[in-house]
């Protein structure tokens, strides 16, 4: 195998763009020591990077895709079968409104001047739209659902494992980075995992399942030669026990805090809309993600709040505007999320760790509501909501409403991550590069 001078593979997970945001900082890093950075992803990070980073190389790799299921009280089978565009308009037929106005657009950032086709809903003197008589509710079982995949992604991650050696025989890259994709390491090249997530949280009922999990994420990490944690190491930093837990495997190292929000310019960009009271940011994987917007969607056009919700769908060019003050961008460039988080009262998010981050570089405070079952989410929420930084509500009991009043209170924190620890772990890999070039001189 051949590997060419400082070339680098970075290969985030697909489960929503989060991991994809995150590697932002890290290929910056990578860029200033010289490295050509190749992003290896698929799905909406690779749409993400297309579209934000056109000067970053990108390469197609496959992922294993999860699926957080739901169920209907009636029946199931016609809403699993459905795409996610035709669950967002299923989702929007008990409002009895007419079909909503659409516009293509090309590139947010650089056009100032998009107009909206504006769009006027029966809903009139917002009074609260008709409640949908067959509710969707979250699966209960989803913990066991998820479980039950675990298979099938042990067989991805070998699957990548192999695609990878692949993509590094290609390539010629001497060095791997991978976000959260436990079969992207090489045995034959310098690999560093990125993950905040050593020590999952499962239900009480599951607690036997965690000995198992320890002992694979251990083993796991130990197949790379480095492990990156994305927090601060005091005081149980952002992540609490997710990555400050005891027997953490020997290659770990705390680099802070990574957010997208890093190094982006100060001055006002132009704007598609005006900045909006309420600001929603949206992600994850499918079919939640839509449902939550929906609920969202719906919750907003019963009060007189103007909104702007970034959908996190990387791969669409529609957006629309909803009774004149609901502005729906399937996605927003870095710069423009910056500034309507800042400018926002309230912000609404999952509470994924990759938002989390970036909500904390900003000093921000916002409503979470957890992707139902995923426990990671639930556990973060639910700690920050006790350290009165963030209001944390589950999905099934979200009302508008309610969750602004108890909103109202909480105490935002700022990390700020001078990235020295980052910038010194690139540095020493570089220099590495540097003697095994010297050494094949020889």
């Avoid at 990108?58 to 459905?82: A, Q």
């Avoid at 990125?194 to 999990?213: A, D, E, K, S, Y």
Wanted: hydrophobic content about 35%; charged content about 20%.
């Amino acid at each position: 195998m051949k590997t060419a001078d400082n070339i680098v593979l970075v290969c985030p997970l697909d489960w929503g763009i989060g991991h994809a945001t995150r590697c932002v900082p890290v290929i910056k890093a990578l860029q200033d020591q010289g490295f050509r950075v190749i992003v290896a992803a698929d799905g909406r990070p690779y749409e993400f990077y297309r579209n934000e980073y056109p000067e970053v190389e990108l390469i197609r790799f496959p992922g294993t895709p999860i699926r957080y299921s739901v169920f209907k009280k009636h029946d199931s089978s016609e809403e699993l079968r459905m795409t996610n565009d035709e669950l967002r308009i299923h989702l929007r037929r008990p409002f009895g409104e007419a079909e909503m106005s659409t516009i293509k657009i090309n590139n947010i950032a650089n056009n100032p001047d998009l107009q909206f086709t504006k769009h006027q809903s029966p809903i009139t003197n917002h009074q609260s739209p008709t409640p949908n008589p067959q509710p969707l509710i979250p699966n209960p079982g989803l913990a066991l659902t998820m479980l039950a995949t675990l298979p099938r992604l042990f067989h991805g991650f070998r699957k990548e494992h192999k695609y990878l050696a692949k993509l590094v025989e290609e390539t010629g890259a001497s060095l791997v980075i991978s976000d959260n994709r436990y079969g992207c390491w090489h045995p034959k090249v310098t690999s560093v995992f990125i993950t905040h997530q050593l020590n999952i949280q499962v239900p009480g009922w599951m607690r036997w399942v965690r000995p198992i999990l320890k002992k694979f994420i251990r083993k796991s990490v130990l197949r790379f030669s480095e492990c990156w944690i994305p927090d601060l190491e005091d005081e149980g930093g952002l992540s609490g026990r997710l990555s400050h837990c005891s027997g953490l495997p020997p290659n770990c190292q705390f680099i802070g805090p990574l957010t997208r929000f890093t190094d982006l310019q100060a001055e006002t960009p132009s704007l598609p809309c005006p900045a909006a009271e309420i600001f929603v940011m949206l992600s994850g994987p499918e079919p939640q993600r839509t449902i939550l917007e929906e609920l969202i969607i719906g919750q907003l056009r019963a009060t007189t709040y103007g909104a702007i919700i970034a959908g996190g769908r990387t791969e669409s060019q529609l957006a629309e505007v909803i009774d004149g003050r609901i502005h729906v961008f399937p996605h927003l460039p870095s710069v423009l999320m910056k500034h309507y988080i800042i400018q926002a009262n309230y912000v609404i998010c999952r509470s994924g760790y990759s938002t989390l981050m970036d909500l904390a570089a900003l000093g921000k405070s916002a409503i979470l509501i957890p992707t139902p079952g995923q426990t990671e989410q639930e556990y973060l929420a639910n700690r920050l909501d006790k350290m009165n930084i963030h209001h944390a509500v589950a999905q099934k009991d979200f009302r508008l409403d309610e969750a602004i009043r108890n909103f109202r209170g909480c105490k935002a924190i700022m990390l700020q991550n001078d990235q020295v620890i980052l910038k010194q772990r690139i540095k020493r890999l570089s220099a590495q590069e540097l003697n095994l070039r010297e050494r094949r001189k020889r």
